[in-house]
Nanobody, 128 residues
């Protein structure tokens, strides 16, 4: 079964850290565009960090740059989003997504093109 499964969400205090995981099954994440997205209540979905098929480094939204880090573990067919210095405005459901589409940049996938396969999401709540 082809699927993405996110985990690692939870409740964290402002300034804290979380690491989200996205495990793929039924296909390999190698040579795929991959993205992390989030959607807060009442807001549009936002591309947080994305990497294109031909890229070695990820794009980051300005709102998370310097605090979040995208990482890939090919051996375990998993990608991660390390989130540090979390703020209340980071509260959202976080999704990972993957696509075997054109070799666009991560920036393009985060901002302009929806990816094909999505996970079910994991809730991150930043609150004291």
């Amino acid at each position: 079964q082809v699927q993405l499964v996110e985990s690692g969400g939870g409740l964290v205090q402002p300034g804290g850290s979380l690491r989200l995981s996205c495990a793929a099954s039924g296909f390999t994440l190698d040579d795929r565009a991959i993205g992390w997205f989030r959607q807060a209540p009442g807001k549009e979905r936002e591309g947080v960090s994305c990497i294109g098929r031909s890229e070695n480094s990820a794009y980051y939204a300005e709102s998370v740059k310097g605090r979040f880090t995208f990482a890939r573990d090919s051996a375990n067919n998993t990608v991660y989003l390390q989130m540090n210095s979390l703020k209340p405005e980071d509260t959202a459901v976080y999704y990972c997504a993957a696509d075997y589409g054109p070799r666009y940049s991560g920036r393009y996938y985060c901002n302009y093109r929806s990816l094909e396969l999505w996970g079910q999401g994991t809730l991150v709540t930043v609150s004291s």
